[in-house]
């Protein structure tokens, strides 16, 4: 199964509170933190929910 990895590139502050849990859900504390997930439905939709403070790359 492929996976993706995760880069937080923008701050939380000032998000709402739901955009800040997601973050903490993937496992992103601060501006460069980077995880890899498995690419599943789920956690797509957890980055839709935060994409316009992460950027995503697709690792095989």
Do not use: F, N, Y
Not at 25 to 46: K, N, T
């Amino acid at each position: 199964m492929s996976q993706v990895v995760v880069k937080q590139t923008k701050s939380q502050i000032s998000e709402k509170p739901t955009a800040r849990a997601t973050l903490r859900a993937l496992g992103l504390h601060r501006i460069g933190d980077q995880v890899v997930h498995e690419d599943v439905p789920s956690i797509r939709g957890m980055i839709k929910t935060v994409a316009h403070l992460v950027t995503v790359e697709e690792v095989k």
